[in-house]
T-cell receptor
């Protein structure tokens, strides 16, 4: 596709509900990243994929967060038993290069509100 | 302490002036640096990248990098009201971009 596509754009979840956020990167982009952006803050790294391999998940805040990219293209970020502190914008980014040293292209994000 | 630090602002400049945005970083392993612009409710948009010491110019934008001082800056010449946004500084190291908290820029007509 022409850009990084994320869905849904907005998600309201009741506390304790599981959610799944989807990212469709630019076709052919090897690297895929998930970031979490709280209101008024910069994006915080969550996890990184190179093709289907999850090479770094050091930013995932708890074991309630899980990400996958089984075929090396579309990725899903899953949050189990959502809590209010999970409310944020979840940004997906992709990069053509393996190391992503030339900057990322971000999707529009998913705004998650946990009530 | 965050690895990439920015003054949150707001930085207010009159239309036509030069806006100067600054960023410091702590990881000396950072290889390259990026400036992203983020309008309210939108996703970050890459506007400048810089990989070596010195200045890099692109239109009205100039990025400056001083690795010895661990300092990155972005100058916006002839600022326009449409430049009003949050500017995010990011450093690349260890397979990821680490972002600062952003500086909010307001350009007043």
């Amino acid at each position: 596709g022409a850009g990084v596509s994320q869905s849904p754009r907005y998600k309201v979840a009741k506390r304790g509900q599981d959610v799944a956020l989807r990212c469709d990167p630019i076709s052919g982009h090897v690297s895929l990243f998930w970031y979490q952006q709280a209101l008024g803050q910069g994006p915080e790294f969550l996890t990184y994929f190179q093709n289907e391999a999850q090479l770094d998940k050091s930013g995932l805040p708890s074991d309630r967060f899980f990400a996958e990219r089984p075929e090396g293209s579309v990725s899903t970020l899953k949050i189990q038993r959502t809590q209010q502190e999970d409310s944020a914008v979840y940004l997906c980014a992709s990069s053509l290069e393996v190391l992503g040293n030339y900057g990322y292209t971000f999707g529009s994000g998913t705004r998650l509100t946990v009530v | 302490q965050k690895e990439v630090e920015q003054n949150s602002g707001p930085l207010s400049v009159p239309e036509g002036a030069i806006a100067s945005l600054n960023c410091t970083y702590s990881d000396r392993g950072s290889q390259s640096f990026f400036w992203y612009r983020q309008y309210s409710g939108k996703s970050p948009e890459l506007i400048m990248s810089i990989y070596s010491n010195g200045d890099k110019e692109d239109g009205r934008f100039t990025a400056q990098l001083n690795k010895a001082s661990q300092y990155v800056s972005l100058l916006i010449r002839d600022s326009q009201p449409s430049d009003s946004a949050t500017y995010l500084c990011a450093g690349y190291a260890g397979n990821m971009l680490t972002f600062g908290g952003g500086t909010r820029l307001m350009v007043k007509p």
